[in-house]
């Protein structure tokens, strides 16, 4: 099966959210494919972010791209439903945090969304071994989760080529999502190791400012130059 198309997966956690529908209507046009939702419960990782209501209020906003909803939650399947209602595209969530790996997955997907795991980076990839035709995305911490601005962990490299050699091997069609410490200098690098979806927080809304009407052009079109490099 061919590769994904490669995807700028824009992390809100990192915006200004006191112009929220702006700033991801604003990055959208730049160039970025997916909104990325960090969603945190001070229990299963130390900080607290968002909600469904947002993923909602974005929806009712008019943004019509897809939702990838990263829950670092505990447990799992309780919000799920909330999530899916409120207009989630993909969910995905960590096989520590559920007690019922199989269970969640199939809830995620009889509630209208994809589904997906995440694995954390000392997370062994095993947790697929009997769930892969249950998950339409992989997704690979490249930071320990709970804050953003952490630094890319560099032996996730190794992780992704073996999570891309897993997918293409199994034929299916499945995404494989870094997430944590991606930026123009290293983007390539880890597109080369597998990834096709790539998630960026501070390295996309922190950008300083550069006076004109969306500086998220900038930022964006330089990842996806570094990406058509590959």
């Known amino acids: 099966m061919a590769r994904q198309s490669d995807k700028i997966a824009p992390s809100i956690l990192s915006a200004d959210f006191a112009k929220l529908g702006e700033e991801v209507d604003n990055v959208l046009a730049s160039g970025a494919g997916i909104v990325h939702f960090d969603v945190m419960d001070n229990h299963y990782v130390p900080n607290l972010t968002i909600g469904p209501l947002v993923c909602e209020a ?105 999570c891309r050699k ?22 390539a690098e880890i597109k080369a190791a597998g990834a096709d979806t790539f998630v960026a927080g501070s390295g996309i809304f922190g950008f300083p400012e550069e006076g004109d009407a969306n500086r998220y052009n900038t930022i964006v079109g330089k990842m996806m130059d570094e990406l058509a490099k590959v």
């Not at 897993?166 to 870094?178: A, K, P, Q, V």
């Open 58 to 162: 974005l929806r009712k906003h008019g943004v019509t791209a897809d939702i990838d909803v990263h829950m670092m939650v505990k447990p799992v399947d309780r919000i799920i439903p909330d999530f899916a209602k409120a207009g989630a595209t993909y969910i995905t969530f960590h096989p520590e945090a559920s007690e019922h790996i199989d269970r969640s997955l199939q809830l995620i997907r009889n509630e209208g969304c994809k589904s997906g795991l995440v694995f954390n980076p000392a997370t062994p990839l095993s947790h697929l071994d009997y769930v892969l035709d249950k998950v339409d995305m992989i997704l690979l911490m490249s930071v320990n989760p709970g804050f953003g601005g952490q630094s890319f962990i560099p032996a996730t490299m190794d992780k992704l080529r073996a």
């Open 166 to 187: 897993l997918i293409d091997d199994s034929g299916l069609d499945i995404r494989l999502e870094i997430d944590g410490g991606v930026k123009v200098d290293n983007i």
